[in-house]
């Protein structure tokens, strides 16, 4: 069990790190993708897109011989956000966040109308000062940018201690590209993953980091 490190704000993402969606919700909305792009998803595709395991999920596309600029809009148009926050919850390490000390951002992939329906549903919108979700104007993580955003919005120093908690390797990357440090909570078998992500602290569960919510002793 490590220590929990003490940080002037805490930047954080959402889907995968703090909740996650039923498979059922997953695989039903592949299988609409498929009958309107008239291609096949496998299981495995599917998990592979849906948490970007591996890495860039545009370079799993295309590697799998499908058009990334094809794809997403279909998806995003059948991605419905009632019925995908009704299919979320929370993970169970996730409440460490109502208790941290200082400025907490959500800096997340998830759309905008999606994002708000999820934390409005698990009434947890209260935990954060900030909620950036990412789009074509901010950009895409690993591009540091929505991070940078998130942190003037909650108004800290340039110089301040912070930190960017996700689940995947985008968001280490983001971290390390916005010089901040990052926590990876890894929400699945490596094996599975394909690829070891190292951030600068490596946990299974949030419990993993013992200690006050403000990291002091």
Same mark, same amino acid.
């Given at each position: ?16 790190? +703090? ?16 009958? #309107? +792009? ?7 595709? !599917?998990?592979?897109? %849906? ?5 860039? #999920? ?5 590697? %799998? ?7 997403? *809009? ?7 956000? $009632?019925?995908?926050?009704? !299919? ?26 999606? $994002?708000?329906?999820? +934390?409005?549903?698990?009434?947890? #919108?209260? %935990? ?36 960017? !908690? ?31 992500? +190292? ?13 006050? *919510?403000?990291?002091?002793?």
């Amino acid at each position: 069990m490590q220590t929990r490190p003490a940080y002037d704000y805490w930047l954080l993402d959402l889907d995968g790190t +703090l909740v996650d969606t039923e498979w059922t919700y997953v695989r039903e909305t592949f299988d609409r993708v498929e009958d #309107r +792009l008239g291609v096949t998803f496998s299981d495995r595709q !599917a998990e592979v897109l %849906w948490h970007g395991l591996g890495g860039d #999920r545009n370079d799993s596309l295309r590697a %799998w011989g499908y058009d990334p600029e094809t794809f997403w *809009p279909v998806f995003d148009e059948i991605d419905d956000a $009632t019925a995908r926050a009704e !299919a979320t919850y929370l993970y169970d390490d996730a409440s460490f966040v109502a208790a941290l000390d200082g400025p907490v951002g959500l800096v997340t992939h998830c759309p905008a109308p999606i $994002t708000d329906v999820v +934390l409005d549903r698990l009434d947890v #919108r209260d %935990w954060f000062d900030v909620v950036l979700p990412c789009d074509e104007e901010t950009g895409f993580k690993p591009d540091p940018e929505p991070l940078h955003l998130a942190r003037a919005d909650l108004g800290v120093d340039a110089a301040a201690n912070g930190v960017y !908690a996700g689940d995947g390797m985008s968001d280490v990357d983001a971290a390390a590209n916005a010089g901040l440090d990052s926590i990876h909570v890894e929400r699945h078998d490596p094996g599975r993953r394909g690829v070891c992500v +190292l951030g600068d602290h490596r946990v299974e569960s949030f419990h993993d980091l013992a200690g006050s *919510p403000s990291g002091s002793d």
